[in-house]
C-alpha cells in the first residue's frame, strides 16, 4: 500500500481541524519559547556556553523544526518561517568542513566525536535528517537537505566504508528510519544501504552500552532478524521496528518483514495498554514481560505512542492489513492526543492508566522520592523528547488517513478531509470520533474501500442514496465508483466494555469503557474518591454527549464498606452516577484521581 | 494488666511447640553459623579486620545472645552456652574503661564515637542492653548486665548529665524501649529518666538526619506527645512506639498514652496490611498514607511485623483491651510465621501479599533492578536484623499468652501450656490454631478470662461438662473458678470472607480467605498461573484439612478469555477447585505465584 502524503490531502472542519490548529497556533510556538528559554536553540548555535547543553538538545530543534515545516503548510507563519530560516543558517554554518554536525560534541567533546555509542550522536543525526526532508518536501527550502546529505554522506564514509568509527551502530535508533527517509526524497541508494548496514550489523557483536544496561536495553541482544519479542526500552525498540519494516518492504527482505511483523504481534497480543501505550517500565522505560501492565504506574511515554503509530503505518505500506490502522487509531485516540493539555501548552511525557492524587502528594513530601508519574501536564521537561515529537506528529498526521494500492483508495482514519488519488476525487465527511457517520463523495472510476471500525456494533452502507450491502475483506468495505456516486456508511458507535486477556494480572475482574475510538476514563473531580471501587453493572441506558468534549453518563455501583479496616461484612452497593469523559482529556482540571479499568 | 512472664508458663504439645522447638534445634544454631560465616561474631571481638563489618553487626550478635537466653531456658545446649559465654567474654573484654562498647566504632571511628545520629549506635546499645537482661532473667549470669550498665550509666552521662554528646536523640529508636526493660529488671529509676528523655527530646529540634531523608523518616519531625500517625520507617517508627507505651504506662504520662494509642488506631485502622504487615513502601521501608497497601511490592518488613506485635503487648499492659491482642494474633500467625521457611534455616526480610514469579525472572535478566522483593527465604541478608528478631521473639513467645489484672487470669492467645498465676493454676490445652477447642483445667479460687477470638463464627461454653453461658465483657468471657474447675470452650472455626476497607484500592472488588488466626492463600503451584483471576463465589462445602499443616479447598471459577489482549467478550467463568494454604506457608515450595485476595 501507498500512503497518501498529507500535502495531497486537505482537512475539512472538525476534531483533528481543531487539534491540528491549535498545534500551529499554541503548541508549535510555546514549545519554541520553552526551549529557546531552556538553550536549546542557543546549543545549535554552537557557542560555548557555560553549562553545557544536553546531549540531544540537537533533536529537540530538528524536532521542532519538522514540526514547523508540516505546520506552515497548514497555516503560514513569517515569524515561524524566520525562526526556521535562522535556525538552519545556524546549524548549516556550524557544520564542520567534512559534514559533521553535532553542537555537544563538536563544542565540548571533539575528541570524542564517534566514539560514544551510548550518546545519541547519530539518533541527533538521524533527526536533523528528518527535518531536512521535510523542510525539502514541504517546499521550505533545500539548505537543510543539502546540508545534511553531507552529514549522511559522512556518516557513511566514517561507518561504513571506512569503518573507523568507535562503533558500529548507535546505542538510540533513529539513524536507520531517517536514511531510509533520506532515501525515499533523494532516491540515493547510499543511504538505503547504510539503514541497512546499520540494522544488519545491530546484535551481531556485543557493543558499548551504558554501565547499567543489559542488551536487551537497546536491542542489540540480537541480530535484528533473529528478534521477535519486544524487549528494552520502547522508544528504541519501536524506532529500530520502523526502520526493520521500512528497508523491508523497500528491499523486499522476507525475513526482516518477519520479524518486524513478529515484533509487532508481541506488542499488541501481549505488552500494550488498552490506551496503545508500551512500556511497562519506569525504570529503563522499557518493555517488560508478556501482560505485565501496571496501570498505575506504567510508564507509556508518548513518543514511545507515536513511534507504536508510526510502526503501524510502516507495516501497513509493506503488508496492507485492517489491524495496523486498528491499532493505529487506538494510539492515536488515546495515548498520543493524551501527551497534550488542553490548551495545547502542557505535554505529559509518562501516561499512566490510574492516578491516586494522595500518592503525588505524599511523594511531594519526601526527599528521597520514589517514581510516581506527574499527573499535571508540563511545559517542557529537562528531558523534553515527547513535546516537539507530538507537535511534529499532528503537522504531519494527515499522512496516515488514505492509502492507495492496485487501483483502490483505502480510507483507513476517519478524518473529514479531501483527496485525490488513484484516479478518485474523494471528500469524505464525518462526524467521528463522535459518531461513526462517514460520507464519502467520490468522483471518477475506481475502488474505494473504508476501513471497518473494530469498535462498531453495527454498519449500515448505502450508494447515492439506496441502501446496499457492500463486499467486505479484511476489515474492508468495497464501493465502486464510477462517476459522481455518494457513499455513505452509518459504524454505529455505542459505550462497550472491553476486557483484558486473562494474563493480564493487573485488570483481573475488570473492565474498561470505550466509546468508538476512545478509551474511557472516570476523574475525581467528576465521581468523588475511590474510583477503583466504582463498578459498573451494565451500559444499557447510557447517556452520550458530545457537545463541549466526548461525556458519557452511566448508572454504576459505588462499594463501600464501614470504616472498619478489615471486616467479615461485605461491602454495600451505593447507586451513583458515573461520569466518564476521554482517556485523552484527562488531568485537565487540576490534580485528579483518574481510573480506567473498573468492577 | 501483667502480662505473665514466659519462664512461668510452661508449653504443652502443638503447633507452637513444635515451631519453638524448631527455633532452638534448627534456627539459633543456622543463624549463628552464618554470623560466625559473614564475620558478625568476630567483629563483637573487636579486632580489626580489613573489611570493616557492618555499622550494626553488634546488634545482630545481641539479638542472636537474647534469643539464646531463651531458648537455654527451653532446651538446655552446652554448645550454645559456651558460644554465649564466649562472646560475653569478648565483649566485656573489648569495653572500654568508661563503659562505652561498639565493635565499629571504638575500632574504626572512635574520633566519631557519639558524634553520628543516623548510625545505629545507641541502637546497637538498646540491643545489647536487651540481651543482657534477657541472660540474666534467664539465669544466664549477669556478666554482660553489669557490663551494659555501664554502658547506660556512661550514655546516661554523656547524653543526659553532661549533654556533651554529638547528638540528642539516637536516628534508630530502640534504646529507648531498651532502657526501660533494664529499668524494670534492675528497678533503677535512671534508666527510665533517661528512656524517658530521649522520648522528650525527640522531635524538639531538627537535628542530623540522613541527606536523603525527610523528618518523619525517623519520627524526629513532631515531639512524640504530638504524634498521631504513623510515618516513616516502620520499624523505626513502632520501636519508638513501643518505648512511648512503655513510659507512658510506668510515669502515667496520659499524653503519651494518648499518643502511643492514637498511633496503633492509624496503624491497625488504615496502614496494616491484612497479614498484620506494616510499611507499604519499599522506599525508606516505610508507612506512607492512609489505605495505600500494595500487595506485590508491600514491605512489611518481618521485622516491623514483630515490632507491631511487641507495640500490642505494651499498650496491652497499660490497658487490657481485646483488640491489641487480637492485633497480636493476626500479626503473629501471618506475617511473624511467614518470616521463617518450613525448614527453620531461611528467611524473609520482606513480606508480599502477592507474587507473580515472572517478575522475579524479568528483574534476574536486568542489570539495573528495580525493587523485585525475593519470593524464595534466603539463609542470611547483608541487613540481616530479621532473623534473629524472630529467633529471639519464637523464644519469648510464652510471654504473651496470658496476663493478669485484679484477680483475673486472662488467656489472650490460644497455646497449648499451663500457668501458675493470680492465685490460680490453669492448664489450657487446645487444638487451636486449626480448630477452636479450648480446654481449661483450672485450680484455685479466682475469676479466668478467656479472650473471644475475633474470626469464631459461634461459641460453646462448659464448665464442668455443663453448658454454660458466660459472663462476656469487652471481647471477653470470664468464668468463675473455685476449686478444681474444667472450663471448655468451644471457638467455632470456618473458612471465612474478609473485606478490605472501601478506600483500600488495592483490594477494591477483592476478597481475602481467613480460617481461624489464619489468612490463606494461593500458590502457583498448587493452582496453576492466573491467580489474580481467581473467583470464590462461595465458602459453602470448602474442605479444611489439618494433616501435615491447613489445607483448604474451595469450589471457585477462573476468569478465561480468548487469546486476544482485549476484547468486547466477557471472561468466561470455568469451574475449579482452588487449594488455599495459610499465607505464612508459602514459598517453601520453589518460587512461586502467590495470591491473597481473590475475586
Known sequence: METVSFDKVALGEGFWADVIDKNAEISLPNVYRCFEETGRFRAVRCEKQETPPHIFYDSDVAKWLEAAAYMQKRRYSAEIAAIVADTVDAICASQRPEGYFNSFYQVYAPERIFKERTEHELYCAGHLIEAAVALASCGQGEKLLAAMKRYADYICERFYEKRDAGFTTCGHPEIELALVRLYEYTKQEKYLSLAKFFLDERGQREEEIYPWADRKYDQSHLPVREQNEAVGHAVR????????????????DGALLSAARALFADIVGKKMYLTGG????????????????????????????????????RLAKAENRAVYHEIFERVLYNNILAGESENGKGFFYTNPLESHACMTEYVRGLKEK???????????????????????????????????????????????SSVCAEGLRAEVQTEMPYRGTVRVRAEGKGTLALRIPAWQVSIACKVNGGFVKPREKDGYLYFDVDGETLVEAEFEMKPRFVYANENVWENSGRKAVEYGPFVLCAESCDNGKNLRNLEIPSLEGALVETVGGLKVTVAAKRLTT???????????????????????AWANRGENDMQVWFL
Not at 237 to 252: F, H, K, Q, S, T
Not at 566 to 575: G, I, L, T, V
Open 562 to 584: 464501614g470504616a472498619a479496616l478489615y471486616s467479615y461484612e461485605p461491602p454495600e452497593r451505593e447507586n451513583v452516577t458515573l461520569r466518564l469523559i476521554p482517556y485523552y
Open 370 to 416: 520514589p517514581y510516581q508519574p506527574i499527573i499535571e501536564r508540563v511545559e517542557v521537561f529537562e528531558c523534553s523528547c515527547c513535546p516537539p515529537n507530538l507537535v511534529r506528529f499532528f503537522g504531519e498526521l494527515g499522512n496516515y488517513i488514505y492509502g492507495t494500492e492496485k487501483g483502490v483508495l483505502y480510507v483507513n482514519q476517519y478524518i473529514s
Open 237 to 252: 525498540a519501536l524506532y529500530l521496528y520502523i526502520a526493520m519494516a521500512d528497508v523491508g518492504r523497500i528491499e523486499g
Open 278 to 313: 508500551t512500556g511497562s517500565s519506569y525504570l529503563g522505560e522499557r518493555f517488560t514481560v508478556a501482560y505485565h501492565l501496571p496501570n498505575e504506574y506504567s510508564y507509556t511515554e508518548t513518543c514511545s505512542a507515536i513511534a507504536l503509530a508510526l510502526f503501524c503505518d
